[in-house]
């Protein structure tokens, strides 16, 4: 194929741009198209992949799904309370009962392992991230809010089986899609990159 055209303007804005916009700050009922979901995720399969393995995986929870896995996380909380004797809070249970339902969209991150691939564990992980990655700058080049969270099942064992994941497949947390309640975008802030970096010049 032909060199594309890249414009790195454009390029360094979205990725310099690109904010998280949680719960409080997403526009409720007023779903997002499942097109651009679409889009989304289509650009998520486009990350690097070692030996194209493309480990990631994606459930999409949007309509009666996302009242759905919120009960799903809310009464797995309560049961895991109960089973290890832990605090059962009831406002915690309410977050995850509700929070899923004041997205458009809730889509699960999971990393699945290509058996004998051969591939060091850290490399599929860091391939989903980047597919992640690029649904986020997707999100935001349309003007969405969105965040990736590992809250709820993201790290309990019990909920591996229903998730499908078996051997070292990881459950890596949510993406959360919604429109913006307000027209302001986040401002960003980073530590200079020099402070961050080595140079090896001989």
């Known amino acids: 194929m032909q060199k594309p055209d890249f414009n790195t303007e454009e390029v360094t804005k979205i990725i310099r741009g690109r904010r998280s916009m949680f719960v409080a700050q997403f526009k409720e009922n007023d779903p997002v ?3 651009i979901i679409e889009e989304m995720l289509e650009n998520a399969n486009w990350a690097p992949t070692h030996k194209l393995t493309q ?3 994606f459930i999409v929870y949007t309509g009666e799904g996302l009242k759905k896995f919120g009960d799903y996380q809310a009464e797995m909380y309560k049961m895991r309370a109960e089973k290890n004797g832990t605090p059962f809070i009831e406002a915690t249970y309410q977050k995850f009962k509700e929070n ?6 809730v889509i699960a991150i999971l990393m699945k392992r290509t058996e004998g691939s ?15 990655q690029n649904m986020y700058l997707t999100a935001c080049a349309h003007g969405l809010a ?4 590992t809250g709820g099942p993201t790290f309990w064992p019990e909920a591996r089986e229903d998730f499908g994941l078996e051997g070292e497949d990881i459950l890596m947390g949510f993406f959360y899609v919604a429109k913006p309640a307000t027209d302001n975008w986040p401002a960003g802030k980073r530590e200079p990159i020099g402070e961050k970096v080595n140079w090896v010049r001989e």
């Open 146 to 149: 969105c965040y990736w969270g």
């Open 118 to 132: 051969g591939i060091p564990v850290m490399e599929e992980i860091a391939a989903t991230a980047m597919a992640v």
């Open 100 to 105: 899923p339902t004041k997205a458009s969209h």
């Open 55 to 57: 480990p990631w995986r």
């Open 33 to 35: 198209a499942d097109s």
